[in-house]
């Protein structure tokens, strides 16, 4: 069977209770139609990039399937369906990631620095002389001295 990585976008006024169950219903959705869902994630309350049926944030979640291709016709004609799912996203993979997502290793390593703790940020050396380009009075001074011996020189 085709194997997919599923992400699901839920309205941002639904609980975390409300949409845990939501994954679930679409996890019973998948068996049903003769698949199996392998991993569930549940990235929690995120900022989205633009504004989605006047909602600025969801509620992000993660589900590997491995299912024929009608369970995912079906669960994605749910989906629309659906009043509090805003957006989905289906891609169909060669394999299925076995950790932790990209998503959850991310927040992970943001949980394991303190506050102030900018991580390893190499050495930076020392950075010289801090004055920028001459202002532009000094260059057009400079450029009126160049300008005269230019014409002394002639």
């Known amino acids: 069977m085709p194997l997919y990585e599923h992400v ?3 309205r941002q006024d639904i609980s975390s209770q409300q949409a845990d169950s939501l994954l679930e219903d679409l996890k019973k959705i ?9 991993k ?3 990235w929690g309350l995120k ?3 633009y504004r989605i049926k006047k909602n600025r944030k969801a509620h992000y979640a993660l589900m590997n399937i491995d299912a024929p291709t009608e369970a995912m016709t079906e669960l994605e004609r ?3 369906l659906h009043q509090d799912i805003l957006r989905t996203l289906t891609i169909r993979v060669d394999e299925l990631e076995e950790g932790p997502s990209a998503q959850m290793r991310r927040s992970d390593e943001r949980e394991g620095r303190g506050r102030g703790d900018r991580g390893d940020r190499g050495d930076r050396g020392d950075r010289g002389d801090r004055r920028g380009p001459p202002r532009d009075r000094e260059r057009s001074e400079h450029r ?3 300008r005269e011996t230019s ?3 002639a």
């Not at 998948?30 to 392998?38: A, I, L, Y």
């Open 8 to 10: 699901v976008l839920a």
């Open 30 to 38: 998948v068996e049903d139609n003769g698949g199996s869902v392998g």
């Open 40 to 42: 569930t994630e549940n």
């Open 47 to 49: 900022s989205i990039a």
């Open 78 to 80: 749910q989906e629309r």
């Open 144 to 146: 009126r001295d160049d």
């Open 151 to 153: 014409k002394e020189d």
